[in-house]
C-alpha cells in the first residue's frame, strides 16, 4: 500500500480547543499507525502561542499544505474553516471524507 498524505480537517476555536486538538491528534495518530502521512493543521496551535498571527495566515498556510495532500478527511463538528478547506480540496478535485470512517470505506 502507497502511503496517502492526509489532510485533516475539523473544529479548532469552536468548543474546546483542547479536545478539539486532541481528537486531531488522535485521528493523525491512527493514520500515521496505518503508515498515512497525515498532515494536521491544529498542530500550529503551538506554534501560534510562541508566533502569533492573524487567523487569515494560518489559513492561507494551511491551503498551501492542502494542495500537496491526496485527500481531506472532515472530523465532525462545527468550523467555518474546515468547511473552507472542504470546498478547496473538492475546487482542487481531491476526495473529501467525512470522518474516518467515511475514509476507511472508500
Same mark, same amino acid.
Request: glycine fraction near 8%; charged fraction near 25%; hydrophobic fraction near 35%.
Given at each position: 500500500? /502507497? ?6 480537517a ?6 474546546? &480547543? ?8 488522535? /485521528? ?15 498542530? /500550529?496551535?503551538?506554534?501560534?502561542? &510562541? ?12 491551503l ?15 468550523? /467555518? ?26
Amino acid at each position: 500500500m /502507497t502511503p496517502q498524505y492526509i489532510y485533516i480537517a475539523g473544529p479548532y476555536t469552536k468548543g474546546d &480547543v483542547v479536545l478539539n486538538v486532541r481528537k486531531a491528534i488522535e /485521528t493523525a495518530e491512527f493514520l500515521r499507525g496505518m503508515g498515512h502521512i497525515p498532515f494536521l493543521p491544529h498542530l /500550529t496551535h503551538f506554534w501560534h502561542l &510562541v508566533y502569533p498571527h492573524g487567523v487569515d495566515y494560518w489559513y492561507k498556510y494551511d491551503l498551501e499544505w492542502l494542495k500537496r495532500c491526496d485527500c481531506l478527511i472532515r472530523l465532525p463538528g462545527e468550523s /467555518t474553516g474546515a468547511d473552507k478547506e472542504v470546498e478547496y480540496a473538492k475546487e482542487l478535485g481531491k476526495p473529501v471524507y467525512f470522518g474516518i470512517d467515511d475514509w476507511l470505506e472508500r
